[in-house]
């Protein structure tokens, strides 16, 4: 999800094909086409000009009914609710990580297999990438990141993972799930309890938050094509 503004202008996108495996965009304003997946415009008046990530939460349906009970719903298009059980099950094989890159993507970095479905951070022009079937094993990663403590979460029941710089009133912060579902956690340093998202609840820094990072859920094929210098997050 990014901001639909360049150089102070107000976009409006609409697709505009597929370019090496990976969604290009249109903008009615300039006719620049942008690529997806580095946010850049590859053509047009813009060209060389990047849009910027817009904050978001990759969550389930119980999970932001949870955070948002009055949240209001996007009513599908007439026919589109028909389809969605098939595009479910699309979403649901794409997630299994078998399969090949689409025919024409040129870059292969067979550190993973092309459909890993990973969870990439660019921290300061440094980035990393997190295969989803490692983190619903730890749940809780603290790593350095672009010379910044970093902290990743996962709560896998309902798969939603946020990542927060590791740091609240000056101090650097460790932290471990407090429960098995990692929906509240406790760092090392001064034993506060804190939020999935980044909210001290109890303890010594009790009202404290953590700046959030932004997280961009994506297939290996197509992060790897557009950070080459990734690098990739085992569990030790």
Known sequence: MFRAQAKDKALYFENAGVVGGNEVFKDRETGSRWQQSSLEAISGPLRGTRLSLYPFLLTNWEEWRRLHPDTVVLKPLPGYADRMAVKNEQIRQGLSGEGAA?????????????????????????????????????KVVNEPLGGKP???????????????????????????????????????????????????????????????????????????????????????
């Open 102 to 138: 689409p025919s024409d993507v040129t870059y292969h970095d067979d550190r993973l297999k092309p459909k890993t479905m990973v969870l990439g951070l660019d921290v300061d022009g440094a980035s990393r990438a997190f295969p989803l079937t490692s983190l619903r094993t730890v």
């Open 150 to 236: 970093v902290v990743i979460v996962h709560q896998p029941q309902s798969d939603t993972t946020t990542a927060f710089v590791a740091r609240a009133r000056g101090k650097t912060l460790t932290f471990a799930a407090a429960n098995d579902k990692a929906t509240e956690l406790r760092d090392t340093e001064t034993g506060s309890r804190w939020t999935a998202y980044g909210e001290c609840t109890a303890g010594a820094l009790k009202g404290a938050t953590l700046e959030p990072l932004i997280l961009e859920p994506e297939y290996w094929f197509a992060w790897s094509e557009f950070h080459r210098d990734t690098t990739i997050y085992a569990p030790r």
